[in-house]
């Protein structure tokens, strides 16, 4: 069954009377794996609060997000504060399954706050960030144990996609939208994140790694110790 006769399968058959439904996810994005399942967010004016639920319908895994018409602006308000526009992407790039004409206006809404991005980091925050990924660095630079060197670097790599995107006005991903959001940056500086932490990881060579980082830092004023305080 294609993924959208199913997904309309299961809306007709579990949320029949409900006002909205979309199908989102890697299916509608044309990027489908053999694990995917199918995103359908629903929008039921009878339902009293938002709830998330996973079930398999005809041999599909379906992931529904269920709202009332106005408790998905709790979600979209909460993405928005962590920078990671989960919902909003979903329902930009949904594909309507039912509109008993509340879809338009939801969908408005998510794709305003896409393109306003999310709240700028403040000085202070880029100011502690510096301090927090130099720390990291250190820790990596100093570190002779295997094991140990595998996590610092994680943390390192996620704290410098972060820094990287946010000091530049845009949203944030997480686990595969990670890469998919640098990429959507700047394609080349995504390669050279994926080849760095790459390399360190199949030689244990540093350098790479450690050269990423003072680029990304060096417009900021570099690596950040002497002199740093917090809560003086």
Known sequence: MKPLEAASQFIYTRYPHCHGA??????????????????????D??????????????????????HNLTSYRQFFESDAKRAIPSHQQMVAEGVVIVDHGVIPSIKAEAIQMLKTGPAPWTEETIHKKRYFITDLLDDFIGSNVRGEELFIANSLANHIQRFVLRTNGKWLGSSKWV?????????AFAEKFIHAFDHFYKTGEK???IQLVDEVLEPYGGRLFHGFSLGK
């Open 45 to 66: 004016m009878n339902i009293q609060s938002s709830f998330r639920e996973s079930i398999v319908f005809n041999k599909w895994p379906i992931e529904m997000f269920v």
């Open 179 to 187: 890469v998919r959001m640098l990429k959507q940056f700047d394609e």
């Open 22 to 43: 979309l199908l989102a996810g890697s299916v509608v994005r044309g990027e489908a794996t053999a694990t995917s399942d199918l995103d359908v967010i629903i929008f």
């Open 207 to 209: 350098e790479k790694v």
